[in-house]
């Protein structure tokens, strides 16, 4: 059951056109961190932090994630199985089979998906959406037809492809804040583009390669109609490679989901006989900046399933995403091999707090040095743009957010990060004791109050639930004056209400100059 907020918000001030001045610097290792550690310095406040070991630390837009073959038609229950497990992202096919022959998707298809969306926003979740005319598959697809030939699935004509993506489009526009990722769908069975209409360069080859005009028309489309801040992943790397020859721009917003991955020795065609280590190799460029994802779909047989192979393999390509749904006996195998924790706990992102270091007085009015460690210890970095902000929390619950000169996508896999920035102290911020924090919420105004959709990091007593805010274990006094504060308690992160005006807030207070300053009052939850 999903919280419900109290009203609480007692006043928002807000001062923008603050200037940052700011630096950022990565890949350093332990021991140059420690060398680089400032000596004991009674004006300022060092803290460290404890990882925590726990692989169940649900994060949006990562991990595992369910499957929904009819988005439109997708019910509470299912989300709510879906949190139960611990998962925060679902893959959406859209199902466009009833309208492969229509010109004009009818205005209930809309209503529906825009239901469907609505519920993923009331409970903290976000989709991996593909469009598919047979999401559900073909059971002939692998089989013969009657004149021998293997049977198809049955895609539109490509013009109606092409007219069908524009008019989805404002439906995915208007969604953008609850999609993770695209896939690029459309064309064969599952949206694979495998068993198309359009594969008959060799009639005796169901994998055959679609027409090469018809996949960079629709992927055109798609990336012209679809929000630009939306990745949207390629079934098969040779496709990929086609649409997009350099994977190592950032700019570029395809990136690949593996459908079935270990699947046999060249995962269901996903591999080219020859050239398969070349094809992982670039793959893993591709997922240092763009969405790498897979769906283990074979666990008997042939299948490379196996602990050694997925903890060489994901890592390696970067993964973000593995689907938590199919095949139950190919994931069985990581669980009875003993790495399912190492693997859920490491797809995409995991970001760990080391070190913080703040003035122990702030004045008001005046600059504060900041420096905080970051190490990322998952296989990926986070796919989409977030806000990065310094929070100061009163006693009282007033929380003071700065928004740093970062971008969490920067913070590579295995790399370790250092915020280094100097920020304004508002000159009118009640005097008195302040609990520091990191926020990483959602980009999206609409979500940037719910907790669910803020980044948790992971260490051992830093989470607030009720905010989304990963608090210090420190405090630093502000006043008008450098005095040192005297002792320091240990303060343990407190719930507070929370506001959708909050998130309008702080999305509106972007300035020209990239800072953002925002206070809040919040009220303490009634006990």
């Known amino acids: 059951m999903r919280r419900a907020g109290v009203p609480g918000i007692l006043g928002v001030l807000l001062a923008a056109g603050l200037l940052l001045a700011s630096g950022s610097a990565a890949g350093a290792s332990a021991a140059e961190r420690a060398a680089d550690s400032p000596a004991t310095d009674p004006t300022t406040v060092r803290m460290t932090f404890e990882p ?52 004009r998707l009818p205005d209930d298809l809309f209503a529906r998906v825009d239901a469907a969306f609505a519920l993923l926003r009331l409970n903290g979740m976000k989709a991996i959406l593909r469009f598919s005319y047979s999401p ?61 209409t359009y594969n008959r360069t060799e009639p005796d080859d169901i994998h055959s390669a679609l027409r090469q005009d018809v996949k960079q028309e629709v992927v055109d489309e798609e990336l012209a109609a679809f929000p630009a ?28 989901h593996q459908d079935c991955w270990a699947s046999n020795e060249y995962d269901s065609d996903t591999w080219d006989p020859g050239v398969v280590a070349g094809e992982k190799e670039r793959i893993g460029l591709v997922g240092e900046n763009h969405v790498v994802s897979g769906v283990a779909c074979n666990g008997t047989g042939d299948t490379r399933v196996s602990c050694p192979t997925a903890l060489r393999e994901m890592p390696q390509m970067h993964f973000s995403y593995l689907d938590g749904d199919f095949r139950a006996d190919a994931l069985a195998i990581l669980q009875a091999q003993g790495c399912w924790d190492r693997v859920t706990a490491s797809l995409g992102y995991r970001l760990q707090l080391t070190d913080a270091t703040l003035p122990a007085a702030l004045v008001l009015g005046g600059s504060a040095h900041v420096t905080i460690g970051i190490d990322n210890v998952g296989w990926a ?11 100061l929390a009163s006693a009282s619950g007033h929380v003071t957010a700065v928004r740093l000169d970062a971008d969490p996508r920067a913070w590579k896999a295995g790399q370790h990060v250092v915020l280094d920035e100097d920020v304004a102290v508002p000159a009118d911020l ?23 959709y803020s980044i948790r990091l992971a260490d051992l007593g830093t989470w607030d639930a009720g905010t989304g805010i990963n608090a210090f274990p420190r405090t630093v006094h502000v006043g008008t004056t450098t005095a040192s504060p005297g002792a320091q308690p240990t303060l343990a992160p407190t719930g507070v209400d929370r506001d959708p005006a909050v998130a309008a807030a702080l999305a509106g207070a972007t300035a020209a100059t990239g800072a953002l300053l925002v206070l809040v009052a919040l009220r303490r939850r009634a006990r």
């Open 52 to 103: 925590d070991p726990s692989p169940d630390i649900a994060n949006p837009e990562r991990g595992l994630n369910s499957v929904v073959s009819r988005f439109q038609d997708i019910t509470r229950r299912t989300i709510d199985d879906a949190r139960r497990r611990g998962f925060t992202l679902i893959r959406a096919y859209v199902d466009l089979s009833g309208y492969v022959d229509v010109d």
């Open 136 to 196: 559900g598959g073909t059971a002939a697809c692998a089989a013969e037809g009657d004149d021998g030939a293997p049977a198809t699935a049955s895609d539109a004509p490509a013009h109606r492809i092409l007219a069908h993506i524009d008019q989805l489009a404002a439906t995915v526009h208007a969604n953008e804040d609850v999609i993770s990722s695209l896939e690029a769908g459309f064309l064969g069975e599952f949206g694979e583009w495998h068993c198309s």
């Open 229 to 256: 801040a939306l990745q949207i992943a390629i079934r098969y790397p040779r496709d990929l490679f086609a649409l997009t020859p350099d994977v190592t721009d950032p700019s570029d917003r395809l990136g690949n």
């Open 381 to 391: 970095s986070p796919i989409n743009p977030r806000p990065v902000l310094l929070t």
């Open 430 to 452: 009640p005097a008195g004791e302040y609990t520091p924090g990191l926020w990483l919420p959602d980009r999206a105004e609409a979500l940037r109050a719910d907790p669910a």
